[in-house]
Structure formats: structure tokens, C-alpha cells
């Protein structure tokens, strides 16, 4: 969005951006119907035939993103100017306070077999005790070196985040995770010259993590992506005059939220709590993200039927969104995970924008009924001037 649209008339208008994680996906080849299409989803039909419709591309045609660079755009925030590693976006997910200069890393707890190659990247999905369990066993006996604090915390299940502070640190490292099994970790090195010595840092203490963890049966490595170097963003209220909150129960989702300036006032344990919460602070904010993950999880997990029922609840869970009445209500996903693939890919995302402005032209939320939409199929970036517009907080452009 430009910038010259930036500037938002005044108005009392709440939006609300319900995101279904990697909620695009591919037709099953027995059925022909996407997942979404094969779900039952009479709440989402019946929004979808009094909304505008259309397809989304995060990032653009033909390019693959990842969860921070989709949510960034569905924020309206250039996803390549603005792109941030992954590192950082955990670290700001569980909480911990970024100073300027800070170096983050995702990690994933791993198990890798005594031929050096990873047999699984999840380690089995661990539970949430499990996970902090080994991750606080680590960061007890690490031994740092001289002048540099290093600080490990459990994320959520397999996931954690590793986090260097000190004089002369870079952020510009290569990942260690191959993102496969059957391949054995990377070597961590500097992509800059700034960036050498901290590659040897991260290199010792990902040696001393696989001998901390070598009697663990099955999380006995860490494998490491997403390496940034901490720096302030734009924030939300600024740039488009909103005061903004984030519902989600994984803390990534939380990091990009804290990282544009939104609030995040707690932690749901499940998608009826994410709705319970959002009810709970209605009112107090102009704008509401709200995030639901399985849909993910499941479309990773290959789990076509598992994605259908997570949409299938949260399709569920829809009136309790509906009941608060926002005068803006968008639907859609930061990326596709068709289960027929296994990961997120480059095909464009569904979306509904409920207003009384809107344009209805379907009947059903599915990328068939989207594809055919007043929307079309746009930059992800556009989303937000489309929510401002709607919700009439965009001024008139030109004379």
C-alpha cells in the first residue's frame, strides 16, 4: 500500500482478520475438492454469500512464504523490504525483550540417528512439558563464551529459540536445518564478514547441545533456521491509526504481532478459547487479529481429512465471531498447505471481506467460489488498504 494512502480518516469502525493458517489447498485426487471445499462449513457459506471474494498472493506469483513474510503482508507491510528471520519472531512470541543488536535462531528439537542424518525434524512432536523439559536441561548446562549471554527457550511442542546478546554479533547466518529428513544438519557459516565470529559461537554450541542431549532416545539435536539480528518495525497504531490486538496460541504468531506493535493480552489454549478471548477484549481495540493454527498442522502432517475437520471446527466457532458484530470481517490464510503436499506452496489463498460495502458474488468459502470473486487475485499487501477502505478509514486520494 502506498504510503500516501497510509493516512486513515477518523472513524469508529473495528476490523477483525480471522487467519486460518496455511488454509489454501489442492483438490484431492479422488474427489476433485480442495480441503476446504470438502469441508462442512455452513457458517463460512453463509458470510461468504454477503462478502466480496477473491484469491491472494502473499509475496507473488509463483514464490513459496513462510509464516512471517505471509502474516507481514496480510499486515500491509512490504514481506521482502520487510522481511525478518524467524529467529525473531520466537523470541518476541515467548515474550523475551529484544534489545537492539540481539541475535535469534528457530530451533527445532530433532533426532538424528548415529549415521549423522535426521530421521525427524519434530522429534516426534514432543508435548509441552516434554519439550521444556529438555530445553531447560540444555540451557542449564551450556557454557557460554566470554562477553556473550546465550539464552534458550521452549516455544511450543518441538520448537524452541535460541537468542545470543553481546558487542559484535551478526545476523547473517546460513541455516543448519535441512528442512528434510534423510540429510544430515548443516554446518551454521557466515553469509558476511560480520557475521563470522558468531558462526563459530553457534557452531561450538551446537556441539555442546548434541553431547547435552546424547542420552535423549529420541530429541538429541537441535537443528537451527531463521538467524536475524533485531531491529524495530514500523508499528501498526502509526502506520494506519489503529490500535491493534493478536489472539494466537502459538507464540510465532504472537512475535510478528509484537513485532508490528500489537498487543497480546494472553495465551488461549485451544481455538474456543482464541474465540473467548477475542469476545473478552472486543471493544477496546480497532483492529483484532485473530489466528488458528491446525489448519497448518494438519495440512504438514499430509492429514487431508484432519485439515478438513480443523477448518470444520473453526467453521464451528464462527458465530461466536459474527455475534460481536465488527463492521469489518476478513477471512483468509497467510499461505497454502495443501495436505497432498506436505508444506506451504506458492498457490494463492482464499479470502472473504464481510462488509456492508461489499460486493456478494458466491454462495460457499472455497478456492473455487473465491477464484471467481468481485476480489480477483491481488498482492497480499493490498489486503490492508481493502480492510481500511471497507471499514471507511481510507481518505479520498487526489482532488
Known sequence: ???????TAPGAETIVLVVMDGVGGLPHPDTGSTELESASTPN???????SSLGMLDPVGPGITPGSGPGHLSLFGYDPVESLVGRGVLSALGVGFELERG????????????LDGVVSDRRAGRPSDAEGRRIIEAVQSALRPPDGVEVTVLHEKEHRAVLILRGDGLGGELSDGDPQRTGLAPLPVTALDAGSAATAEIVQDLLVQVTDILSGEPVANQFLVRGFAQYTSYP???DRYGLKAIAVAKYPMYRGVARLVGMSVEGVPEDAAETVSMLGASYGRYDFYFVHFKDTDTRGHDGDFQGKVAAIEEIDGLIPGITCLDPDVLIVTGDHSTPATYG??????VPVLIHSRWARPT?????????????????DGTGLMALAL???????????
Open 102 to 113: 540481539d541475535v535469534a535462531a528457530r530451533v527445532n528439537l530433532a533426532t538424528v540417528g
Open 389 to 399: 477502505a471497507h471499514a471507511r478509514r481510507l481518505q479520498k486520494y487526489g482532488a
Open 343 to 348: 508444506e506451504h506452496t506458492w498457490h494463492s
Open 235 to 237: 508499528s501498526f497504531e
Open 1 to 7: 500500500m502506498p504510503d500516501s494512502l497510509a493516512t
Open 44 to 50: 463460512l457459506d453463509a458470510l461468504a454469500a454477503g
Open 362 to 378: 458466491g454462495d460457499a468459502f472455497g478456492e473455487s467460489a473465491c477464484r471467481g470473486g468481485d476480489l480477483g487475485t491481488f
